[in-house]
Each structure stands twice: as structure tokens, then as C-alpha cells.
């Protein structure tokens, strides 16, 4: 079995306009404060559009089929 990569993040930092904050009231507020939701999926679409597609939208090379998926 091959070993699995991690990517590992940097720490946490807050913009100057709060809107952390903002994401964080709306978890509680909706009682989303769970490892899934709204957010975490859309972070995980973002996060999958970023790493994968180039600037031109097409699939970088040997990412094929590979998604992200945020885990705490």
C-alpha cells in the first residue's frame, strides 16, 4: 500500500475585514458547528478549484480524478 501525502496548512489568520468572523456566526447560528455543512463543502469546491485546475481551467496533469477533502 502507498503512503499517503499530507498537505499541510499554515495557521489560522484573520483578514482585516472580519469575515472569519462572520462564517463563524453563521456556523453557530445555523447549528452547523459539525466537521460538514455548507461551508466546509464549499471550501472543499474552492480548495479542489484551486489545487487542481490551472489558471486556464483545465485539470493540471496527474490530478485526474482527485478531490480534496478538509478534515480536522
Not at 7 to 30: N, P, R, W
Not at 51 to 57: F, K
Request: aromatic residues 8%; negative net charge.
Amino acid at each position: 500500500m502507498s503512503e499517503r501525502k499530507r498537505i499541510y496548512l499554515c495557521l489560522a489568520h484573520m483578514s482585516e475585514d472580519g469575515m472569519e468572523q462572520k462564517y463563524v456566526k453563521e456556523a453557530f447560528d445555523t447549528n452547523w458547528v459539525v466537521p460538514l455543512g455548507p461551508n466546509v463543502n464549499g471550501f472543499e469546491k474552492d480548495l479542489e478549484q484551486f489545487i487542481i485546475h490551472n489558471a486556464q481551467g483545465k485539470i493540471t496533469p496527474g490530478l485526474e480524478g482527485k478531490r480534496v477533502v478538509a478534515a480536522g
